[in-house]
């Protein structure tokens, strides 16, 4: 049995996990700082309210304040349909390594059944 017929120990994939679920933490507070200085741009709003709506938008609820510039719109605007993108990619980045293990595991029992070749 080779190193690619087995399973990854749990050491080896919980470090994936926990790998993959900082890089998500990160995109997620770049995010977050992007629309954070967007809004005390475009909005000209304090870090605080800035903040609350940056999160409200990240989070797909919206935004609470109003900006009254077209450059705000187009920044609001965009700032949404990245934040709307994002939540599927971070998804697809903590759960990979969940879904790797479960399909590499399908392929250990399929294989499981094949004898050997001979050499």
Known sequence: ???????ATR?????????????????????????????????????AQAFANAAMILSGMGPLDRLETTAGYIFEGVYALVCGLLFFAVAGLV?????????????????????????
Do not use: C, Q
């Open 1 to 7: 049995m080779t190193r690619k017929d087995r399973l």
């Open 11 to 47: 050491a080896v994939y919980a470090a994936r996990i926990w790998s993959n679920a900082i890089w998500a933490a990160v995109i997620v507070a770049g995010a977050l700082g992007f629309g954070v200085v967007g809004y005390m741009y475009f909005g000209s709003m304090g870090a």
């Open 95 to 119: 759960l990979a390594p969940m879904f790797h293990r479960l399909l590499h595991r399908f392929h250990l029992e399929d294989t499981a059944d094949v004898p050997p070749r001979k050499a």
